[in-house]
């Protein structure tokens, strides 16, 4: 394997484990077959590297970021993917790990993102990201200031955001502002696209804006045919083709069913997590319930052996109130 397909195929995050190398030709293709896999899921981690984070693919990443965030960035002629693990700035220090990390011919640096779970503290995370990636770029020198790159962030959310929650819009650009609310400074600009939003609203999208159509070609991929596909302009029937399982290598779908694989199984034990914690708050709030039921006993009780004229220490001695509840009763 030449370097340049070395570099690829460690960008697809691929690990030579026993564990993603065990299945067989033969075994990929059944599961390929009984799955009805036509079209690779570009949300899925090997897809979403392999169709926007390859070189080979670059023309493609180029024309999605253009069209997203080109009204930012300027238009962007050529980029260079980078290695996208960085490593912590002292000893001890975490490393930093992103999905697609590249840099324009202005040498501003661009994150990609695709976060399919839902993660605490993910804008957290983010600043990290931008972080390391501006302090990564700073050449020691006499003008170290000057050269700061620009960092934006481009980030697609298959889970609604809690910060804008509420809220109907699908893509949101965060700037810094000041006081009175204008742009302070557009040099690290996050860019956040909520898919379960963009599916809400696709009945009513103009799939004749490319803004859209490159989010449908995202998320809606396997609902095109190859007949529609060709009628799309050329970097949109490039995409498709790059999905089809039947362009790839045998090794990238053993790669890719693994994948599969393993998020289906990731999934299944979250949705078991779920299931369990709505159980385990439903008979929370049964236990809860029951525990106030008691209390309004015991308060029902105490108010009916105080009209009685039952003296209050007694009360609460009887009832397992405490003094001072007994005298608020009183009071009332």
Known sequence: MNRKGEYEEASLGVERS?????????????????????????LSDFGFKRLLGMERNKEITI????????EDTGLITDITFIESEMVGFL????????????????????????QREGQRYFVN???????????SSVKIGDEVYASVPKVYSLCFMEQNMPEFKG??????????????NEIFSKENVLYFVELCKFAAHLGTLDLTDEKNLWLYMLTHVANISKEEARKMSPIFQRFYNECLISNLTDMEKKIYVRNVLEYADVKESLMCEREEGILQGIEQGR??????????EKRFLAFNMLAEGIDPAVVSKITGLTEEEVMALMRK
């Open 287 to 296: 236990e809860e319930g029951r525990e106030e039921g008691r209390i309004e």
């Open 125 to 135: 995370r983010l600043r990290v990201y931008t972080s390391h990636s501006t302090i």
């Open 167 to 180: 809220r109907e819009r699908f893509f949101w650009k965060v700037y810094q502002k000041d006081d009175d």
């Open 91 to 114: 000893p001890g220090k975490r490393k930093v790990r992103l999905d697609i990390h590249c840099k324009t011919q202005n040498s501003d640096h661009i994150i990609i993102e695709m």
């Open 63 to 70: 024309h999605l970021l253009n069209t997203l965030i080109g």
């Open 18 to 42: 026993t564990k993603q190398l065990e299945l067989t030709k033969q075994e990929v293709d059944t599961i390929i077959s009984e799955r009805g896999l036509v079209l690779i899921d570009p």
